[in-house]
């Protein structure tokens, strides 16, 4: 069955522009969740999605926000676009509570 | 609060040989997991492995298993007959409740030919 897959891979940004990231889980997966991967902080958790609610946040400016769509494919956003917001972003669809994700190949985002 | 930690930023291992990854954890949860995930230069987040906290025997997956010792609150990765293609980063995970993971900072392995 196909994987999560991110849109687009790579993505460049001028400070203060704002970027919207495309997440499609693995097809029966509910739970969708954003993570910030940079080499200075590590893989840190962005939000959580199930069911179009936001779950969970992590620790991120109001900047970052995100939804899902009833079809439980989910989008990150990022508003005023910061030097420091260039990363790897990856989304991860779960079927289970505390269960392993299945990560997507992630967005490259670099913001100049 | 949950933490992982992964004392070794770099890991070299010679092909065929095998190659033991830390990972500690601290955590208040009596029931948890422990989740290995694999990270290629490409980015995407391979899970390799996963060990429940009542689990009575380590988990193997292939050439992976874990040494779970849960009183040392540790649980390494060994990765046996390494081999080219095992060159990676590779993190250690715990989920608290609410589905949000907590991962180590990673350990890099460069398999040697």
């Known amino acids: 069955k196909a994987g999560v897959t991110q849109t687009p891979r790579y993505l460049i940004k001028t400070r203060g522009q704002q970027v919207t990231l495309s997440c499609s889980p693995i097809?029966?997966?509910?739970?969708v969740s954003w993570y910030q991967q940079t080499p200075g902080q590590g893989l840190q958790f962005l939000f959580e999605?199930?069911?179009?609610?936001?779950?969970n946040k992590g620790n991120f400016p109001g900047r970052f926000s995100g939804r899902q769509f009833s079809n439980s494919r989910s989008e990150m956003n990022v508003s005023t676009l910061e030097l420091g917001d260039s990363a790897l972003y990856l989304c991860a669809s779960s079927s289970r509570i505390n269960y392993g994700y299945t990560f997507g190949s992630g967005t490259r985002l670099t913001v100049v | 609060a949950q933490k992982i930690t992964q004392t070794q930023p770099g890991m070299f291992v010679q092909e065929k040989e095998a190659v033991t990854l830390d990972c500690t954890y601290d955590?208040?949860?009596?029931?948890?997991?422990l989740f290995w995930y694999k990270q290629p230069s490409s980015g995407e987040m391979i899970f390799l492995i996963y060990q429940g906290s009542y689990d009575e025997q380590n988990a193997t997956e292939g050439r992976y298993s874990l040494n779970f010792q849960k009183a040392r609150k540790s649980a390494n990765l060994v990765i046996s007959a390494s081999q080219l293609g095992d060159s990676a980063m590779y993190f250690c995970a715990i989920p608290p409740t609410g589905n949000q993971f907590y991962f180590g900072t990673g350990t890099s392995l460069t398999v040697i030919p």
């Open positions: 999605y199930f069911s179009e609610t936001q779950r």
């Open positions: 097809s029966g997966h509910r739970s």
């Open positions: 955590t208040s949860d009596q029931s948890y997991g």
